[in-house]
């Protein structure tokens, strides 16, 4: 019985183009995040809208680092 392979389920193809998209994605939450801190007072800010963006552009920018990464030849 051959081994199979082990295959990206995503196309080397797209790398470069999710990488763009999702750090652009990212960057824009956290430029909302910083906007959102810096314009609203300490009695009307919401716990839970800071995290959520936080969390939101985290992950964006996490996964457009690692595409960015694939997309460069560096296979972590």
């Not at 990206?8 to 999702?22: D, F, H, Q, R, W």
């Not at 994605?25 to 716990?47: C, D, M, P, Q």
């Amino acid at each position: 019985m051959a081994a199979t392979p082990i295959a990206s389920p995503i196309p080397v193809a797209m790398y470069p183009t999710l990488s763009v998209v999702t750090l652009a994605i990212g960057l824009v939450i956290t430029a909302f995040f910083f906007i959102y801190e810096a314009t609203s007072s300490r009695k009307n800010r919401s716990l839970g809208k800071e995290l959520a963006a936080a969390a939101v552009a985290s992950v964006f920018l996490g996964f457009g680092s690692l595409f960015l990464l694939l997309a460069s030849g560096v296979y972590v």
